[in-house]
């Protein structure tokens, strides 16, 4: 087996690493929201169940009308304040994060597979003009 032929499989099976990596990369960085999904039902169970409670108090005049209207207030503000939280922790990684990776991939790995075939192959066996020439001298 000729050397052109074991490089030419070990470049292969760098890039399907490659391949591999990235692509697994991206399907994690795609599955964040959905991981976040579980907490955010939780923590809106959480607050349905303290907004509940504090109807339940108001209802049974241990809480006035004032006081209700505060914490009602408060509660919302903590709720909003853990979404918003729980968006801006996931957002960074799905939207952006790998976004100049596969720029860089994309852009990269085909430079560097024309820098290799150039340093390491044989450029001149892509000239028609040197081609013809060989086919040429092999009919004589």
């Known amino acids: 087996m000729s050397a052109s032929w074991v490089l030419g499989g070990v470049a292969a099976g760098l890039m399907l690493i490659i ?3 990235w ?4 399907r994690r960085a795609q599955g964040q929201p ?3 999904q579980p907490l955010l039902q939780a923590n809106a169970g959480i607050y349905q169940d303290q907004l509940q409670e504090l109807q339940q108090e108001h209802q049974a005049g241990t809480l006035s009308a004032a006081d209700f209207e505060a914490a009602q207030t408060e509660l919302e503000s903590r ?3 853990d979404v918003d939280g729980l968006q801006n922790a996931v957002t960074p990684l799905t939207s952006r994060g790998f976004r100049p990776t596969s720029w860089g991939m994309a852009l990269g790995l085909p ?6 075939y150039m340093a390491l ?9 040197v081609i013809s020439q060989g086919v040429a001298q092999e009919h004589l």
């Open 34 to 36: 959905a991981a976040a």
């Open 121 to 129: 192959g044989q450029p001149q066996a892509l000239d028609p003009r």
């Open 19 to 21: 391949w591999g990596a």
């Open 79 to 81: 709720l909003l304040q």
């Open 23 to 26: 692509w697994t990369a991206m």
């Open 111 to 116: 430079v560097l597979a024309v820098g290799l």
